[in-house]
């Protein structure tokens, strides 16, 4: 059953930057002027995040997450925040998203908790809870564990999304990196029409613009490491450090976010990738200070607002050959960067989307040579 159900129109066809408070201004810098970008900020306080980014004469879409699923986990009785066991006087979706889109908001998340894998009465009462409002800005936030996409809970997880008539928000997280393991770029593409017109939350720019190619009707792009790559409620934080303590930078010619000093390595033979809209840099020539690492969340976002702005004038059909190809041709560029110190492997998702689109079917070693 594929049931279309329309995003608020003023996110229709946009690459959003998903960020918090703490990177919100720059967010806002790099969104203002693209035609069709904006933001999403997770934060407790929505009113808050509203109120300085109007005061701030931000004039891109505003969409606010209260992230109650980084810590909560849904239940049949309590899917949102606003299904708080307990209270004597609960506040119904219809106040709450009216106050937020009245404030600016425009369009507004529900307060959904997050749902575990195999879950399925959190799963339905999440799903109601966003059937609680007729409000054409509001989305359901179905936040759940990346292993909904597995085989063994995939077919009840698309039927339960496909039964709603309220437009979707949906974020995919996990202990580590959410779509790497295999299967699970095509099992998202399959969402993807089954549920087509949804908006794909905390995602990296290769599936945000694989799933505007094959039916999201938009994407919010983290805007660091961990807003790309969402933990569940529980799994541990951090992780080892960034190399240099850099946010890992996006260079299109190989579809990756790494440290720009592990590009200087990979590039040691050959001459670096510069970037014209960082005034002509060297993407390895980044450094370690406050300075350079806002460079570089700003490097990624005008990257994938770039892509953005190519394929979204295509139809359906362009879009997904132009990308199909450049995706081949970044995972060829993988194997043209050997050091003789380095083994280079290419981004898991980069190579499940590349075989996925292989006419004949061939599987990649982890390096991106063909087996």
């Known amino acids: 059953m594929i049931n279309f159900v329309n995003l608020p129109s003023a996110l229709t066809g946009r690459?959003?930057?998903?960020?918090?408070?703490?990177?919100?201004?720059?967010?806002?810098?790099?969104?203002g002027s693209p035609e069709a970008s904006g933001i999403v900020v997770r934060d407790q306080s929505p009113l808050d995040v509203l109120k300085w980014s109007r005061a701030c004469g931000y004039s891109s879409?505003?969409?606010?997450d209260v992230g109650a699923w980084t810590t909560q986990v849904a239940t049949r009785d309590s899917p949102t925040l606003l299904h708080a066991s307990g209270t004597l006087t609960q506040v119904t979706l219809d106040s709450w998203a009216s106050g937020l889109l009245a404030a600016g908001a425009n369009a507004v998340l529900t307060p959904s908790k997050f749902v575990r894998v195999g879950d399925w009465a959190g799963l339905r009462a999440v799903l109601a809870a966003g059937e609680e409002t007729s409000l054409p800005g509001v989305m359901t936030l179905v936040p759940t564990d990346a292993a909904m996409l597995d085989p063994s809970c995939f077919r009840l997880f698309v039927h339960a999304l496909s039964g709603t008539r309220r437009p979707l928000a949906l974020l995919f997280a996990a202990k580590a990196r959410p779509l790497a393991c295999?299967?699970?770029?095509?099992?998202?593409?399959?969402?993807m029409t089954a549920v087509p017109g949804c908006l794909l939350l905390a995602v990296e720019p290769i599936t945000a613009t694989d799933g505007f190619s094959h039916g999201a009707s938009a994407a919010a792009i983290g805007i660091s490491g961990g807003l790309r790559r969402p933990r569940r409620p529980g799994d541990p934080g951090g992780g080892p450090n960034a190399r240099d303590f850099l946010p890992g930078l996006f260079l299109r010619d190989l579809w990756e976010h790494r440290s720009p000093s592990t590009?200087?390595?990979?590039?040691?033979n050959s001459p670096s990738p510069v970037c014209s809209a960082c005034g002509g840099r060297a993407l390895d020539e980044f450094g370690g200070d406050d300075t350079d690492k806002q460079a570089v969340l700003r490097h990624n976002v005008h990257a994938w607002l770039g892509v953005h702005s190519e394929i979204r004038a295509l139809d359906r059909d362009d879009r997904r050959r132009v990308l199909t190809r450049e995706r081949a041709n970044a995972l060829a560029a993988h194997l043209s960067l050997r050091?003789?110190?380095?083994?280079?492997?290419?981004?898991?998702?980069?190579?499940?989307?590349?075989?996925?689109?292989?006419?004949q079917g061939r599987r990649t070693t982890p390096e991106g040579a063909w087996r």
């Open 182 to 191: 295999h299967g699970r770029a095509t099992a998202l593409r399959k969402v």
């Open 263 to 268: 590009y200087a390595d990979w590039y040691a």
């Open 15 to 31: 690459f959003l930057a998903y960020t918090t408070s703490e990177h919100q201004a720059m967010a806002m810098a790099e969104t």
């Open 61 to 64: 879409p505003v969409v606010p």
């Open 339 to 359: 050091p003789a110190t380095v083994r280079l492997e290419a981004d898991p998702i980069l190579r499940q989307l590349v075989e996925l689109d292989d006419p």
